[in-house]
């Protein structure tokens, strides 16, 4: 099992830049692959990004188009910690926020998009964007 829980969020000004965080515990030998979502009110739940740790400081990354340019995931695997760079946010990016593993065990450069990849989900953090 791996325990994921978000923190960062908050209220922000359009424009303006928050970090979100994901700390892993648990089986953390599983986060390989992990992903950044989100679900606006009355919404599906979105990708946002998608990174994957290929060995030493190689990683992989993916992203929306709608964040491309204004996001950034990264990690920290010695405190298996994943984060969100978000700046220049608009009031559309306001949701709730979740990290997502998708559980392998073994390193990989494929990335996934589809919220069915992955097993394991954090509690969210919320994110409001005002005009």
């Known amino acids: 099992q791996v325990q994921l829980v978000e923190s960062g969020g908050g209220l922000v000004q359009a424009g303006g830049s928050l970090r979100l965080s994901c700390a892993a515990s648990?089986?953390?030998?599983?986060?390989?692959?992990m992903g950044w979502f989100r679900q606006a009110p009355g919404k599906e739940r979105e990708f946002v990004a998608a990174t994957s740790w290929t060995g030493g400081n190689t990683y992989s990354a993916d992203y929306a188009d709608s964040v491309k340019g204004r996001f950034t995931a990264s990690r920290d695997n010695a405190k298996n910690t994943l984060y969100l760079q978000m700046n220049s946010l608009k009031p559309e990016d306001t949701a709730v926020y979740y990290c997502a593993s998708r559980g392998n065990t073994y390193r990989s450069s494929n990335l996934y998009r589809n919220v069915f990849e992955y097993a394991y989900w954090g509690q969210g953090t919320q994110v409001t964007v005002s005009s």
């Open positions: 648990g089986q953390t030998s599983r986060t390989y692959t």
